[in-house]
């Protein structure tokens, strides 16, 4: 490791950094603006300037730029010299010039870069006295807001959403000071991960539109640590609370997950969390179908006696934490309990769990997905199923251009250099999937066949891995490319609902390891809880096959049912589900915001959201991590877990009496099967503090505490006291040097943006000084996980398709399109074809297409795609309109010729209201 001087003080370094990064992990402040840990330097701020000396004799020196400077043995450099911090501020004064001085009504104000920066290198006083420039902000959708004339023209935000992100609508144009960053036109930003513009941002040019509608400053916001519950890939955030609403989501940082960034979904999806739909009290229907507003006791004396000492059921959900489905399952014991899936959800998950737990292949995280050489996708479409993972891909196939970069000696970090000596030279990704992906543009090939095909296909490319010549020149090609490549990734789900496809990429990964190679599987899973879930009934004490469809047959035996969580109608058809509810048996039913099937409970208990209780969720990674209650639920809202304990001890439930604390509850899940032993190192207990204090929510510059209240008592109010966790509802306490799984917010003297992220990091880029969140639950016992091909011939009758399903980051979700802003992206549900098929039948994007299935008739709006399989058509998967269609199902295609073509206020009003 080379040695470097700076300021006289001798540092050792890390081979291969540049200074700018030698600088700040060894805790110096040395200002920057363009660089980004995850981006890495193009030095086109100049803000990171320093002196660097040939020799010690040198007094003059030379001024360089930090993040364009690699670290040599003996270096020498100074970042207190005359020089060097008048070169800084003369940037920062440079920069200021077109600058409006609008930081007290900016949305960027209290967490801004540029305002530590410039205080940073002492610049205060504004010497000139002319114009500004000033430019017209654009409409860029409903999730960020423009505001060009806070521009510092570092560039991140066009090299995060065109080279990182992989977007093509944003761009800079023009040049010298009339630089502009933003569309050709005004219009909705395409990219899924738009919103991460609003970090990397370092001034406010693009601000958290929602987040302004309810504004708070950073330093009067509750936070806490959290899980995403938007899908399966566990990402961490930080969202954060005022006067009880909660207000936005911020990335927090774990290495081997989300990094730094966030997918839409994750970081607009939760405004649900504010709707008007949310449950406040119990409920008990009356005769005539309404609902009576009751209290909790009374709620939970009703359901005792419908419960106690009677043939109960219960229904859990995926989307529910771990903690509450271990309860349900201990309260109805467990051959009672279904884990609230539809019959093939079941079965799949199953499969998934079983070859998890025997492949020989890694489970790997996105942190090393991003090192993977060679991809195959088998149908899949990740971007819209597993949005982040679908970023790190973005990132591994530029492993080509690193390996060009190595042997030609540039360091990553010289990102200009390596863009620019790779081109378009890219690491091979080959999708096979039914329609045309949002990762096309990046594969280095795309292959169209439905499902089965897909399924042939993988089985195929393990066959020409064992070294059989096949028909298909193309499996043969891709077999090649794997075989090749020395960290080989396959990438599999459940969105098409096609046990055959996972099968196929699992021989494949199984095949892999037999022909000597390091193999990578990772299999994508629908929900936050999808796979914890799964685990849960994988232990021999139920039947892993029962689903909500199965128990709605036996309803009629049942006296009561308890549903947690569930909304039935998206786990099977409707007159299965129906004949749950017709029974004579009570239904119980437990859930943050009204649906269809809390409207045909007999009893509703309003369930408290992510934001407002604690529990732990199993990535499909199989890592468990923990979220913790932002702040407390309102009105007579509970945490889930919490309601199945007071109906427990009203029905004198012996295996469940004696827990009273969430690390109780923890503690017995993970005693109840090996499989969940290591949930208990999940987070520290609640009992955990940092130098004999607890973590605050809040941070040390929250304000309002008794301004807040002044309405009720003008005197301060006592904070809510947490009994279940190691954080406080207070600013008192210490956020410094504790678990990663514990930290609320970042912030450090002088770094007020999240930029201050890098105090928390063991090493730039690296991971955090409390380690990485969570645990994993499944470890494999090596022994394969192949499965026999089963072959399917589809019998197709003239004029009929089969269905796939197209998922969609804004739509598919059930509970984030109970968001006004996500509602609005969504759109109506469509139909998907490709252009001869259009053309075929008459229609063009934005027509209506009438789709027949069996008796049914559904009336969808057209999508043409680039690329469809022979004989599929898509349909929007996840809408409420389209439940009834299942992948796989035939239908008949025709033009609705009484279409009504929407307005995007009928679109607006139509999925905007999509709170049953």
């Given at each position: 490791?080379?040695?470097?001087?700076?300021?006289?003080?001798?540092?050792?370094?890390?081979?291969?950094?540049?200074?700018?990064?030698?600088?700040?992990?060894?805790?110096?402040?040395?200002?920057?603006?363009?660089?980004?840990?995850?981006?890495?330097?193009?030095?086109?701020?100049?803000?990171?300037?320093?002196?660097?000396?040939?020799?010690?004799?040198?007094?003059?020196?030379?001024?360089?730029?930090?993040?364009?400077?690699?670290?040599?043995?003996?270096?020498?450099?100074?970042?207190?010299?005359?020089?060097?911090?008048?070169?800084?501020?003369?940037?920062?004064?440079?920069?200021?010039?077109?600058?409006?001085?609008?930081?007290?009504?900016?949305?960027?104000?209290?967490?801004?870069?540029?305002?530590?920066?410039?205080?940073?290198?002492?610049?205060?006083?504004?010497?000139?006295?002319?114009?500004?420039?000033?430019?017209?902000?654009?409409?860029?959708?409903?999730?960020?807001?423009?505001?060009?004339?806070?521009?510092?023209?570092?560039?991140?935000?066009?090299?995060?959403?065109?080279?990182?992100?992989?977007?093509?609508?944003?761009?800079?144009?023009?040049?010298?000071?009339?630089?502009?960053?933003?569309?050709?036109?005004?219009?909705?930003?395409?990219?899924?991960?738009?919103?991460?513009?609003?970090?990397?941002?370092?001034?406010?040019?693009?601000?958290?539109?929602?987040?302004?509608?309810?504004?708070?400053?950073?330093?009067?916001?509750?936070?806490?640590?959290?899980?995403?519950?938007?899908?399966?890939?566990?990402?961490?955030?930080?969202?954060?609370?005022?006067?009880?609403?909660?207000?936005?989501?911020?990335?927090?940082?774990?290495?081997?997950?989300?990094?730094?960034?966030?997918?839409?979904?994750?970081?607009?999806?939760?405004?649900?969390?504010?709707?008007?739909?949310?449950?406040?009290?119990?409920?008990?229907?009356?005769?005539?179908?309404?609902?009576?507003?009751?209290?909790?006791?009374?709620?939970?004396?009703?359901?005792?006696?419908?419960?106690?000492?009677?043939?109960?059921?219960?229904?859990?959900?995926?989307?529910?934490?771990?903690?509450?489905?271990?309860?349900?399952?201990?309260?109805?014991?467990?051959?009672?309990?279904?884990?609230?899936?539809?019959?093939?959800?079941?079965?799949?998950?199953?499969?998934?769990?079983?070859?998890?737990?025997?492949?020989?292949?890694?489970?790997?995280?996105?942190?090393?997905?991003?090192?993977?050489?060679?991809?195959?996708?088998?149908?899949?479409d990740v971007t819209n199923t597993a949005p982040r993972v679908a970023l790190g891909l973005r990132q591994s196939v530029r492993n080509k251009a690193f390996e060009l970069a190595a042997q030609m000696g540039l360091p990553q970090w010289q990102d200009a250099a390596v863009r620019n000596l790779a081109q378009d030279q890219r690491s091979p990704m080959i999708i096979v999937s039914a329609m045309d992906t949002r990762l096309d543009d990046v594969a280095s090939q795309c292959i169209s066949l439905p499902a089965d095909d897909i399924a042939a296909f993988g089985y195929g490319v393990a066959k020409a891995l064992s070294g059989e010549k096949m028909d298909d020149e193309a499996v043969n090609q891709v077999a090649d490319i794997l075989f090749a490549a020395n960290s080989p990734l396959v990438i599999s789900g459940t969105s098409m609902l096609h046990e055959g496809i996972i099968n196929s990429a699992v021989a494949v990964a199984e095949q892999l390891h037999t022909s000597g190679k390091s193999s990578m599987l990772s299999l994508c899973v629908a929900e936050s809880n999808s796979l914890g879930l799964a685990l849960l009934v994988d232990d021999g004490q139920s039947d892993r096959a029962a689903s909500i469809p199965k128990l709605a047959k036996r309803a009629s035996k049942l006296d009561a049912v308890i549903i947690l969580e569930n909304t039935l109608e998206r786990r099977g058809a409707s007159g299965e589900i129906q004949q749950l509810f017709d029974a004579d048996s009570k239904v119980i039913s437990m859930d943050i915001l009204e649906n269809t099937t809390l409207g045909n409970s007999d009893l509703v208990l309003p369930a408290a959201s992510y934001a407002e209780s604690q529990g732990t969720l199993v990535s499909s990674e199989g890592r468990?991590?923990?979220?913790?209650?932002?702040?407390?639920?309102?009105?007579?809202?509970?945490?889930?877990?919490?309601?199945?304990?007071?109906?427990?001890?009203?029905?004198?439930?012996?295996?469940?009496?004696?827990?009273?604390?969430?690390?109780?509850?923890?503690?017995?899940?993970?005693?109840?099967?090996?499989?969940?032993?290591?949930?208990?190192?999940?987070?520290?207990?609640?009992?955990?503090?940092?130098?004999?204090?607890?973590?605050?929510?809040?941070?040390?510059?929250?304000?309002?505490?008794?301004?807040?209240?002044?309405?009720?008592?003008?005197?301060?109010?006592?904070?809510?006291?947490?009994?279940?966790?190691?954080?406080?509802?207070?600013?008192?306490?210490?956020?410094?040097?504790?678990?990663?799984?514990?930290?609320?917010?970042?912030?450090?003297?002088?770094?007020?943006?999240?930029?201050?992220?890098?105090?928390?990091?063991?090493?730039?880029?690296?991971?955090?000084?409390?380690?990485?969140?969570?645990?994993?639950?499944?470890?494999?016992?090596?022994?394969?996980?192949?499965?026999?091909?089963?072959?399917?011939?589809?019998?197709?009758?003239?004029?009929?398709?089969?269905?796939?399903?197209?998922?969609?980051?804004?739509?598919?979700?059930?509970?984030?399109?109970?968001?006004?802003?996500?509602?609005?992206?969504?759109?109506?549900?469509?139909?998907?074809?490709?252009?001869?098929?259009?053309?075929?039948?008459?229609?063009?994007?934005?027509?209506?297409?009438?789709?027949?299935?069996?008796?049914?008739?559904?009336?969808?709006?057209?999508?043409?795609?680039?690329?469809?399989?022979?004989?599929?058509?898509?349909?929007?998967?996840?809408?409420?309109?389209?439940?009834?269609?299942?992948?796989?199902?035939?239908?008949?295609?025709?033009?609705?010729?009484?279409?009504?073509?929407?307005?995007?206020?009928?679109?607006?009003?139509?999925?905007?209201?999509?709170?049953?």
């Amino acid at each position: 490791m080379p040695t470097i001087y700076i300021d006289d003080q001798a540092l050792e370094v890390a081979q291969g950094e540049n200074i700018l990064e030698a600088c700040l992990n060894a805790g110096m402040d040395l200002p920057y603006f363009c660089w980004h840990p995850a981006m890495g330097s193009i030095g086109s701020c100049r803000q990171c300037a320093l002196v660097q000396y040939q020799n010690e004799e040198d007094t003059k020196g030379r001024i360089v730029m930090g993040c364009m400077t690699p670290v040599t043995e003996g270096a020498r450099f100074s970042l207190s010299a005359d020089n060097a911090g008048e070169f800084r501020e003369a940037v920062v004064e440079s920069l200021m010039l077109n600058h409006p001085h609008d930081c007290p009504v900016c949305g960027e104000g209290g967490e801004c870069h540029l305002q530590d920066m410039t205080v940073m290198v002492g610049h205060r006083d504004r010497r000139y006295t002319g114009k500004k420039n000033t430019h017209r902000n654009q409409y860029l959708g409903p999730l960020i807001h423009h505001e060009m004339n806070r521009c510092i023209t570092c560039y991140r935000c066009e090299r995060y959403y065109r080279d990182y992100a992989g977007g093509k609508d944003l761009a800079a144009q023009a040049s010298h000071d009339h630089v502009y960053f933003g569309r050709h036109e005004e219009g909705v930003l395409q990219s899924e991960f738009s919103g991460n513009l609003v970090e990397v941002c370092p001034t406010g040019v693009f601000t958290d539109k929602p987040f302004l509608k309810h504004y708070s400053r950073k330093w009067d916001l509750q936070s806490a640590p959290s899980i995403c519950s938007g899908c399966a890939v566990g990402c961490n955030i930080a969202p954060g609370e005022r006067y009880g609403r909660l207000k936005r989501v911020h990335n927090r940082y774990n290495h081997e997950v989300n990094g730094y960034f966030l997918c839409d979904r994750g970081r607009f999806g939760s405004g649900y969390i504010n709707s008007d739909a949310r449950l406040d009290y119990a409920g008990i229907k009356k005769p005539d179908g309404s609902f009576m507003a009751v209290h909790q006791q009374q709620a939970i004396d009703t359901a005792v006696g419908w419960i106690k000492n009677k043939k109960v059921a219960g229904i859990g959900s995926p989307r529910a934490s771990l903690e509450a489905n271990y309860l349900l399952r201990e309260l109805v014991g467990a051959a009672n309990f279904v884990p609230g899936f539809s019959d093939r959800e079941a079965a799949i998950l199953s499969t998934i769990v079983r070859t998890l737990k025997t492949t020989t292949a890694a489970n790997p995280s996105i942190k090393q997905m991003e090192a993977a050489d060679a991809i195959l996708i088998l149908g899949e479409d990740v971007t819209n199923t597993a949005p982040r993972v679908a970023l790190g891909l973005r990132q591994s196939v530029r492993n080509k251009a690193f390996e060009l970069a190595a042997q030609m000696g540039l360091p990553q970090w010289q990102d200009a250099a390596v863009r620019n000596l790779a081109q378009d030279q890219r690491s091979p990704m080959i999708i096979v999937s039914a329609m045309d992906t949002r990762l096309d543009d990046v594969a280095s090939q795309c292959i169209s066949l439905p499902a089965d095909d897909i399924a042939a296909f993988g089985y195929g490319v393990a066959k020409a891995l064992s070294g059989e010549k096949m028909d298909d020149e193309a499996v043969n090609q891709v077999a090649d490319i794997l075989f090749a490549a020395n960290s080989p990734l396959v990438i599999s789900g459940t969105s098409m609902l096609h046990e055959g496809i996972i099968n196929s990429a699992v021989a494949v990964a199984e095949q892999l390891h037999t022909s000597g190679k390091s193999s990578m599987l990772s299999l994508c899973v629908a929900e936050s809880n999808s796979l914890g879930l799964a685990l849960l009934v994988d232990d021999g004490q139920s039947d892993r096959a029962a689903s909500i469809p199965k128990l709605a047959k036996r309803a009629s035996k049942l006296d009561a049912v308890i549903i947690l969580e569930n909304t039935l109608e998206r786990r099977g058809a409707s007159g299965e589900i129906q004949q749950l509810f017709d029974a004579d048996s009570k239904v119980i039913s437990m859930d943050i915001l009204e649906n269809t099937t809390l409207g045909n409970s007999d009893l509703v208990l309003p369930a408290a959201s992510y934001a407002e209780s604690q529990g732990t969720l199993v990535s499909s990674e199989g890592r468990a991590q923990r979220y913790f209650p932002v702040y407390q639920p309102s009105a007579e809202r509970l945490p889930s877990w919490q309601w199945l304990l007071k109906l427990a001890a009203g029905c004198e439930c012996s295996e469940l009496a004696e827990l009273e604390y969430f690390d109780q509850v923890v503690a017995a899940c993970a005693n109840s099967q090996p499989a969940l032993a290591q949930l208990v190192d999940v987070a520290p207990l609640r009992d955990y503090r940092n130098q004999g204090l607890k973590i605050p929510r809040q941070t040390h510059r929250y304000s309002g505490r008794t301004a807040m209240n002044a309405g009720v008592s003008v005197h301060e109010p006592q904070q809510p006291k947490d009994t279940q966790s190691p954080l406080a509802f207070s600013m008192e306490g210490l956020n410094r040097d504790e678990p990663a799984s514990l930290i609320p917010y970042v912030w450090s003297p002088g770094w007020n943006s999240n930029q201050s992220l890098q105090k928390f990091q063991a090493e730039v880029d690296g991971p955090l000084k409390g380690g990485t969140s969570g645990a994993h639950l499944i470890s494999s016992d090596g022994l394969g996980a192949v499965q026999p091909q089963v072959s399917v011939t589809a019998n197709l009758k003239p004029h009929q398709w089969h269905l796939v399903p197209v998922h969609r980051v804004h739509g598919s979700d059930e509970m984030s399109i109970n968001t006004d802003e996500v509602a609005e992206l969504a759109g109506r549900p469509f139909i998907a074809i490709g252009e001869k098929l259009a053309e075929k039948l008459g229609v063009v994007e934005g027509d209506g297409l009438l789709v027949t299935q069996h008796k049914a008739e559904f009336s969808l709006e057209v999508k043409i795609l680039s690329r469809v399989a022979k004989n599929c058509v898509g349909f929007s998967a996840g809408y409420s309109e389209t439940l009834e269609l299942q992948p796989g199902d035939l239908v008949t295609l025709v033009k609705d010729e009484s279409w009504v073509y929407p307005t995007p206020t009928m679109i607006a009003t139509d999925r905007g209201a999509a709170h049953v």
